[in-house]
Nanobody
Framework: QVLLMESGGGSVQAGGSLRLSCVAS????????VGWFRQTPGKEREGVAA????????YYDDSVKGRFTISQDNAKTTVWLQMNSLKPEDTAMYYC?????????????????WGQGTQVTVSS
């Protein structure tokens, strides 16, 4: 059974930083994508960042480029999302997701496994 567990969310003021973690059990991040998505009430889940091809390729949504960094550990069981210069519009529930096959990183359908989410709240 594959389980993904996020942690690291919280409340910060604009300009602050948070580091989200996603630990996988029963799964090793491999050549397929592992990504972070976020969702606010009434909106669709959107792709924020992803690592694909075993970490050789990194992708970011334009809204977070230069502020967020996705990385993974050498054992490929933990993925982090370092979030700097946070803005109120970054407020959302953040989810990590892992794929068991190829696909476009930004599509929810690419991913087979999802965590329960961790809340990030940025105040102005």
């Amino acid at each position: 059974q594959v389980l993904l567990m996020e942690s690291g969310g919280g409340s910060v003021q604009a300009g602050g930083s948070l580091r989200l973690s996603c630990v996988a059990s029963g799964y090793t991040y491999s050549r397929f994508c592992v990504g972070w998505f976020r969702q606010t009430p009434g909106k669709e889940r959107e792709g924020v960042a992803a690592l694909c091809l075993g970490g050789a390729s990194r992708y970011y949504d334009d809204s977070v480029k230069g502020r967020f960094t996705i990385s993974q550990d050498n054992a490929k069981t933990t993925v982090w999302l370092q979030m700097n210069s946070l803005k109120p519009e970054d407020t959302a529930m953040y989810y990590c997701a892992a794929a068991a096959g190829p696909g476009y990183w930004k599509l929810e359908g690419t991913y087979n496994y999802w965590g329960q989410g961790t809340q990030v709240t940025v105040s102005s």
